[in-house]
């Protein structure tokens, strides 16, 4: 007699992963959701406008939608969930890194343009960042619907891999897509942390490079751990992996920049004032 393959993927009815990401997930973007509103309702204070706040709402906005993007890898894949997963999470990724790149190259300027004669005087202002986070965006849109355009992931049955089931997946369908656009986003993250680690100690009271310096090592760090366990696993667990690392590296960039100003804001706001961001400069 004929005896059915058992199909496998990663099911909410079977799997307690799928339980555990889920509420982690929803767990991790409420969150972002209430510091997002606390940010908001605290938007004239110095410590949410320090370092352009607009930067801080749009890299908080793109965290929630890295956070909800894990339900596109949870459950049955079909074609347009496959289309659809990687790149949900891949642009709102490259939005947090390429805010967080604005963030540290405005530290960066801000520091040298202390000096008397510096010409980076006229860098400083709103249109440095935006120009920075749309155009490092913008390669990113582009690389995914070159990819979705030529070699879009598809729902693929792999009978072969494992005896005795039917791994139901996603294939990338361009390995080639599918790595650029994990590199780029390494490359963005990468150029962050050089970046904010030159300026890490810098004078000030508040220096956001620190905090920026930490996320993005925490970033690297999950990401090329991430690549080798990827590829040495198979079925539910190597979509686990991915998942796993998306939700490390967005709590990792959440906690290490704005959890500091979260606890100023809520338990220390005397040292919620000018003087206390600008530290000994103002001396």
Known sequence: MCIGKVNEYLSYEEDVLVFFFSVTSVIFATTSLLILGLFFWFRSTPIVRANNRNLSFILLFSLILSFLSVFLFLGHPVDITCM????????????????????????????????????????????????????????????????????????????????????????????????????????????????????????????????????????CSVWVAMIPAYLSTRGKYMVAVEIFAILTSSAGILLCLFFPKFYILLLKPELNTRGTMLGKRML
């Not at 619907?145 to 598809?154: A, T």
């Not at 962050?192 to 310096?213: C, G, H, Q």
Request: aromatic content about 14%; hydrophobic content about 50%; overall charge positive.
């Open 84 to 219: 659809l997963q990687q790149v949900t999470f891949g642009i709102p990724f490259t939005i947090s890194a390429s805010s967080i790149l604005a963030k540290t190259i405005m530290v960066f300027i801000a520091f040298k343009a202390t000096k008397p004669g510096c010409s980076c005087r006229k860098w400083v202002g709103v249109k440095l960042p935006n120009t920075v986070l749309l155009f490092c965006s913008s390669i990113q849109v582009m690389n995914c619907m070159l990819w979705l355009s030529i070699s879009p992931p598809f729902q693929e049955y792999d009978m072969d891999s494992s005896p005795g089931k039917i791994i139901i997946q996603c294939n990338e369908g361009s390995g080639i897509g599918f790595y650029s656009m994990l590199g780029y986003m390494g490359f963005l993250a990468a150029l962050s942390f050089v970046l904010a680690f030159m300026v890490r100690t810098l004078p000030d009271s508040f220096n956001e490079a620190k905090y920026i310096t930490f996320s993005m090592l925490v970033f």
